[in-house]
């Protein structure tokens, strides 16, 4: 697949030179820091550790839909099905996310969590078949 090409469109239009991350974790702070402007999703924990392994962001979506983003700086094959173990685990322990987002919003907001579209978004220079 070819790369994909941005722009920044103001008066004119120029195409945006594309820089490399050097470091997982600065794409992750990047994205965590931005990430109602990237994604409009509202960024709830960083690091979030689990029964069998930690979630790089957790968030919830515009639609109050549970949110989890992985990370990889390099191509990965297990980037997509540890994603989906995470996306599992989260539907099993609804009521630790429910806590979550009770401790950064107040429990009156635990009501409005829609379980019915949860999602994973991985983020990676590459993705492998």
């Known amino acids: 697949m070819s790369e994909i090409k941005l722009f920044s469109i103001k008066n004119d239009v120029k195409q945006l030179i594309p820089s490399e991350v ?14 109602e402007k990237f994604f409009g999703i509202r960024f709830l924990k960083s690091e979030y550790v689990i029964t069998n392994g930690r ?21 990965n094959e297990n980037i997509i099905n ?24 107040g429990y009156e907001y635990v009501r409005n969590i829609d379980w019915s579209a949860p999602c994973v978004i991985c983020i990676a220079s590459n993705f492998t078949r």
């Open 55 to 75: 979630m790089d962001s957790i968030g919830i979506d515009e639609n109050n839909c549970p949110v989890i983003v992985e990370y990889k700086r390099s191509s």
């Open 22 to 35: 050097l470091l997982e974790k600065e794409l992750q702070n990047l994205i965590e820091d931005n990430m």
């Open 82 to 105: 540890q994603g989906l173990f995470y996306l599992d685990w989260l539907l099993d322990h609804k009521d630790a996310f429910h806590m979550l987002v009770a401790e950064k919003y």
